[in-house]
């Protein structure tokens, strides 16, 4: 039950969402027992943000799991995301921001796991 949402002050094109999509569903398998088909994506662009006292491009990943994932996991993930971000929205790695949050109740289907 992976949640990502991306937050930029860059434009995504549709064509780039697609490819964040595909990139990102690959990428949540780094994690033990994750997967593309519990995946949820939500991307927000052209958003006021500011890192640094700059609005130069940037990015702000954040993660969310059910459950949790050994620390060696979360930063092969953290590379990877780095790596899709910059390559795909053309955002400097010292300007992207990876931010993770393990959650112990997740509800779907009208019940929790």
């Known amino acids: 039950m992976p949640y990502i949402h991306i937050t930029t002050n860059t434009h995504i094109a549709e064509n780039t969402e697609e490819t ?3 990139q ?4 949540i398998e780094i994690i033990p027992g994750k997967s593309e088909s519990w995946l949820m994506l939500n991307f927000t662009d052209e ?4 890192f640094a006292g700059s609005d130069a491009s940037a990015v702000l990943a954040e993660v969310s799991l059910y459950g949790g994932a050994r620390p ?3 930063d092969d993930l953290t590379s990877r995301i780095t790596e899709i971000l910059e ?3 053309d ?15 997740w509800g779907w289907n009208g019940s929790n796991f």
């Open 20 to 22: 964040l999509k595909t």
């Open 24 to 27: 990102l569903g690959r990428a």
């Open 47 to 50: 958003a006021r943000l500011w």
């Open 72 to 74: 060696d996991a979360y």
């Open 87 to 89: 390559s795909t929205l």
């Open 91 to 105: 955002v400097q790695p010292d300007r992207i921001y990876v931010k993770y949050a393990e959650t112990e109740y």
